[in-house]
């Protein structure tokens, strides 16, 4: 038995190379880390474009007359689950860019701010050496800055509603990060852990009204 799963996924560079990814969920449980590229699923009869349209229309103020597509390349992958079951996906990967002097201007969601939090979840890290196992990871404290280190504490993060309706118990987190970044957070249970770090230092995401992007 096959079945099979059509998904478009947007690839957008800043002008620095740093790449628009979602990096977690909040909901009743609170956050939860899932670093990926934006990404819809493909409905019966549409085209990536209309795909690509109706993706960029739920991020909202982020991203709404804002980006150039480059780029559209087809990705094949069939993998089989337990017993006779294998699921094809085709996915399609739109790279883009920001159109010029384009920002993103939507509310961000707010960092904690007393000194408890900032001590207990150290807001920043860096990305060593490649090794047999992975990337290195150093979680130093505000008191012993290094100048290689991104700071997470002062990082934009933004929501926007993972359905139609708006609902505090389903939102989606967006962030710009660094090609390095963004290949360690989705390198596995180290990556998450890390991912969930920098997720700890948010409170909880304010979500605004979208004007009509019609």
């Known amino acids: 038995v096959r079945r099979a799963v059509s998904l478009v996924e947007l690839r957008l560079v800043d002008p620095d190379g740093w ?3 979602q990096v977690g969920t909040f909901g009743a449980a609170g956050y939860q880390p899932s670093c990926h590229l934006p990404l819809a699923v493909r409905e019966a009869n549409e085209t ?3 795909s690509i349209n109706r993706l960029v229309l739920k991020l909202g103020r982020l991203l709404v007359d804002k980006i150039k597509l480059v780029d559209v390349r087809e990705e094949v992958t069939e993998k089989r689950s337990k017993g006779i079951i294998s699921t ?3 996915r399609m990967i739109c790279s883009a860019r920001l159109k010029a002097d384009s920002v993103i201007d939507a509310p961000s969601v707010p960092h904690h701010t007393t000194s408890e939090s900032v ?6 890290f860096r990305v ?4 047999s196992f992975g990337f290195e990871f150093a979680w130093p404290t505000p008191a012993a800055p290094h100048q290689e280190h991104s700071s997470y504490q002062d990082r934009k993060v933004w929501a926007v509603p993972a359905a139609a309706e708006p609902d505090r118990d389903a939102v989606d987190c967006y962030a710009w990060v660094s090609p390095e970044e963004y290949s360690f957070f989705t390198s596995g249970s180290r990556g998450d852990a890390a991912l ?12 605004h009204s979208e004007p009509n992007c019609n």
């Open 19 to 21: 790449l628009l990814v």
């Open 48 to 50: 990536v474009e209309e």
């Open 88 to 90: 094809r996906s085709v």
């Open 119 to 124: 001590s207990n979840h150290a807001a920043r």
């Open 128 to 131: 060593g050496r490649s090794t």
């Open 196 to 207: 969930m770090e920098w997720l700890s230092l948010l409170g909880s995401p304010e979500l």
